[in-house]
């Protein structure tokens, strides 16, 4: 029998030498020196997803605003910062990490439904460039706490084009049934009247449909919508001079096609290029997804009826996606599969006691024996920042390639922390 086994289709990981490798150095180098389990990310494909939007967005007056949600490590934030990336955030936490990781605070968009008043004050106190605001009492909360401060809030006004993304349900954000933004057919009249405001600068409109979007044709609807609106708006007599695009594009996990970008930034270039407004960009998969990876390690084999499990040092608390959304990540095993290996069915599971704690079912791996590694593949977004320490376990590292090296950029959180948390109080 001949078999097809998963091969990496992301890049900058790939096998060299009969072993799985991100860019120059072996996984194995990485396990042996940090054990595992761990995640680790590639420089070069975190510059590239960025360099390869840019040339796409050409000739557009045009930010890229990272959302920091899809991964918030400090070194992967400054690697950005240096890429030349704004940082689109949804949190107070996440804005301390923007700022130590040294994005300008003038290139910080603060996203997100339930800001607090402290949220808010610390935001205006930084100066980020903008805030993106979901309902009318949040707007009531900006005016009262810049008044308070003496401060005048940059405002932007999240509308909800009522837009179906046609991704997963659980990613889906632009329908009139999700708790995001402000109804599209009230966007005007709430612009007006926040615009009215004296502790409010109303300057532009801003949508985030969804993730994993991998089809332009939503994200066209989306951007009409907007042109439509900003006429809307202008047509009034009110001034608007940003339009924030969100994020949501997608990538490929199983070797299909992710957004193509060229037609993405055509849309916009067709939809907004005559708008007159300084556009932003939110995406967050599509630049660090493909560039990162969890390796664990199997601890265990066996055989329930016809169903063979391997048990792996990694769990749902680790990378959460597959019990969160169904996701589906690809392994790789990290020893390369001998050409005439057979393919096995193997249930992937992790050691949590939850029967959702598996990373799915796989029939393109070879037989896996305790000690052997694995990656699971494209789990550099939501993949750390969404891990928990349940069971007791603690937070993974973290380890950044570059070239022919290797560093730790966050260490094992270890029982120590958590137990100083309860116990020196
Ligand atoms: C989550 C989020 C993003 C990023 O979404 P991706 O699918 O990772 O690109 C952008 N903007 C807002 C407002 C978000 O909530």
């Not at 400054?78 to 689109?88: A, H, K, R, T």
């Not at 801003?206 to 993730?211: D, E, K, L, N, R």
């Not at 029967?355 to 993949?383: K, N, Q």
Request: hydrophobic share 45%.
């Amino acid at each position: 029998m001949t078999t097809e086994f998963s091969r990496p289709h992301v890049a900058y990981f790939g096998y060299k030498n009969g072993e799985l490798a991100v860019e120059n150095v072996a996984i194995s180098a990485i396990a042996a020196k940090y054990g595992t389990p761990f995640y680790v990310y590639s420089a070069a494909a975190v510059r590239e997803r960025v360099a390869k939007l840019r040339a796409a967005l050409d000739g557009l007056d045009i930010q890229i605003c990272y959302a920091v949600k899809a991964n918030n490590n400090l070194s992967l934030l400054s690697l950005l910062v240096n890429e030349g990336c704004g940082m689109d955030i949804v949190s107070d936490g996440e804005m301390q990490r923007a700022l130590t990781a040294g994005a300008p605070a003038g290139k910080i968009v603060f996203s997100g439904v339930g800001k607090t008043d402290e949220e808010i004050a610390a935001a205006l106190n930084a100066g980020v460039h903008q805030l993106n605001v979901e309902s009318i009492e949040e707007l009531d909360a900006i005016s009262r706490v810049a008044g308070k401060i003496g401060k005048v809030a940059t405002v932007v006004l999240r509308v909800n084009p009522d837009v179906d993304a046609l991704t997963h349900p659980k990613i889906t954000t632009g329908t009139s049934k999700n708790k995001f933004g402000i109804a599209y057919a009230d966007a005007v009249n709430t612009y007006a009247a926040a615009a009215a405001r004296k502790e409010i600068n109303m300057v532009g409109i801003a949508v985030h449909i969804g993730s994993q979007i991998t089809d332009v044709a939503p994200f066209r609807q989306t951007f009409e919508r907007l042109a439509q609106l900003t006429q809307a708006i202008r047509a009034k007599g009110l001034t608007i001079s940003r339009l924030d695009l969100g994020g949501g594009l997608g990538v490929s996990y199983d070797g299909s096609a992710g957004i193509d970008v060229i037609a993405y930034a055509q849309t916009i270039r067709e939809t907004l290029g005559d708008s007159g407004c300084a556009l932003t960009i939110e995406p967050g998969r599509f630049i660090i997804a493909e560039a990162g990876a969890l390796v664990a390690k199997v601890l265990y084999g066996k055989n329930q009826g016809n169903v063979k499990f391997s048990i792996v040092d990694a769990a749902m608390n680790d990378l959460m996606r597959p019990a969160l959304y169904d996701a589906l990540h690809p392994v790789w095993p990290v020893r390369e599969p001998a050409a005439d290996a057979e393919a096995l069915p193997v249930h992937l599971v992790g050691p949590v006691c939850e029967s959702s704690d598996t990373f799915g079912e796989f029939d393109h791996l070879p037989a896996l024996e305790r000690g052997d590694l694995v990656m699971l593949g494209v789990a550099g977004a939501y993949g750390a920042t969404m891990s928990s320490t349940y069971n007791a376990r603690p937070l993974i590292q973290e380890v950044l390639v570059e070239g022919d090296s290797f560093r730790l950029v966050r260490r094992q959180w270890t029982v120590e922390d958590a137990l100083a948390l309860e116990r020196d109080l």
